[in-house]
């Protein structure tokens, strides 16, 4: 069978819950389709620690035996609680990626010091001559994870940041100089875009009153970048938040990326259902 018709198993995996959501792949003459059916989530009591992904990590693995089928190949959502992030400048005398990974935990570690040394690391694709973010996740996770799926008899096709996953979903629909806001219950990951060049990310701990606090965050980042032209232009994803629901905040101009801007996910059916459709 062509792996274009395949279903596809799109997790979500944040600290208060699971979502396990198939996702049909057909082959159009418009292009690849991909229609979502099936949502299963199960809650979870995150916890603190050296290891808080623990309970999410045993629902998946009770979840996962129910979709061996032999025809569906998975792909991880983590959630931005799981993950750091950090900005690394352009190196053109790195010679290949051993080097450009290294450099990276190099960058890490100045921000997060020795722990950095234990993280997998992932860089974003970006064109020579451009900073690259980059993603760190505790390998024990990753290591884990994996270890469901074969358990499962599932192939993992990949694990995605949250980040990196919901840029690549809207990233025609973003300025060449703009924020980019991600929210998530209890997180909100900014980055920073000029003129087609990442220049700044920050993951900052937030609550329910996010829209009261943007303001004061949104000043503070302006600041801390140091540059007279910061964009005041901001793209917020929330699969809980519209324009309506947006603050109007003198300078900014804040737009919505909620989850009626994702191929195949309405915002009836939650942040979840959005989260899974990203990328």
């Known amino acids: 069978m062509s792996p274009w018709l395949h279903s596809e198993l799109r997790v979500v995996f944040s600290p208060d819950q699971v979502t396990l959501l198939q996702v049909q792949r057909t082959l159009t003459w ?35 035996p129910g979709y061996a089928d032999g025809k569906t190949a998975a792909t991880v959502i983590l959630s931005n609680h799981f993950l750091r992030y950090a900005l690394v400048p352009w190196r053109a005398e790195l010679a290949d990626a051993e080097e450009e990974l290294s450099f990276a935990r190099h960058c890490f570690a100045k921000v997060y010091g020795k722990a950095a040394q ?30 469901v ?37 209890g997180n909100l990951c900014l980055a920073l875009q000029q003129q087609g060049r990442w220049s700044r990310v920050r993951s900052l701990r937030t609550d ?22 910061v964009p005041h232009e901001v793209y ?3 699969a809980e938040a519209d324009d309506a629901a947006l603050p109007e905040i003198d300078p900014w101009q804040l737009h919505a990326l909620g989850p009626g801007l994702v191929p195949g996910a309405m915002a009836a059916q939650g942040r979840h259902l959005a989260t899974a459709m990203a990328g």
């Open 149 to 185: 799926f074969d358990g499962a008899g599932i192939p993992l096709r990949s694990i995605q940041p949250h980040l990196m996953a919901a840029i690549n979903g809207v990233r025609g629909r973003l300025r060449h100089s703009a924020w980019f806001a991600l929210l998530e219950p």
């Open 30 to 64: 418009r292009g690849l389709r991909r229609t979502p059916h099936d949502v299963y989530s199960v809650p979870c009591n995150s916890a603190n620690g050296p290891q808080p992904w623990r309970a999410a990590l045993l629902e998946l693995e009770t979840a996962l």
């Open 118 to 147: 234990q993280w997998d690391l992932r860089l974003s694709q970006e064109a020579p001559g451009m900073p690259r973010l980059a993603s760190a996740v505790d390998t024990d996770l990753l290591d884990s994870l994996r270890g």
């Open 236 to 238: 917020v994803w929330s």
């Open 208 to 229: 329910r009153a996010w829209r009261e606090e943007l303001p004061l965050i949104l000043e503070r980042e302006a600041v801390l970048a140091d540059d007279p032209a």
